[in-house]
């Protein structure tokens, strides 16, 4: 059982930058960031495989920026020029041994408990 644990939610203003952390209590092949919103279905941000390899969907790729941290079991997601509509859970997930270039949510095995990003004025 892989445990990921997500940090650096929070409130932010329109325009402004944030930073999200998921930290896997051990080294991940692949993670990912899924966000949901109220009422409807969840949403792959971006995904991560190995150190350097991403995938993110095309209305997204301009701001969003998937990578490893620091140290080997944690990812991080840049979020550039935040929109209210960016307001959401965000969830991380990860496979322990799989290189998943997928923003399905049947595709991957681990997630964190989600943490909220509120972006308003």
């Known amino acids: 059982q892989v445990l990921l644990v997500e940090t650096g939610g929070g409130s932010v203003q329109p325009v402004g930058s944030l930073t999200l952390s998921c930290v896997a209590s051990e080294f991940c092949k692949s993670m990912a960031w899924f966000r949901q919103f109220p009422g409807k279905e969840s949403e792959g941000v971006a995904a991560l495989v190995g150190v350097s390899g991403t995938i993110y969907p095309n209305h997204l790729m301009d701001r969003f920026a998937i990578s490893r941290g620091n140290a080997t079991n944690e990812m991080v997601l840049q979020v550039n020029n935040l929109k209210p509509e960016d307001t959401a859970v965000y969830f991380c997930?990860?496979?322990?041994?799989?290189?998943?270039?997928?923003?399905?949510?049947?595709?991957?095995?681990?997630w964190g408990q989600g943490i909220q990003v509120t972006v308003s004025s």
């Open positions: 997930a990860a496979n322990r041994d799989r290189a998943s270039y997928s923003l399905q949510r049947d595709s991957w095995s681990y």
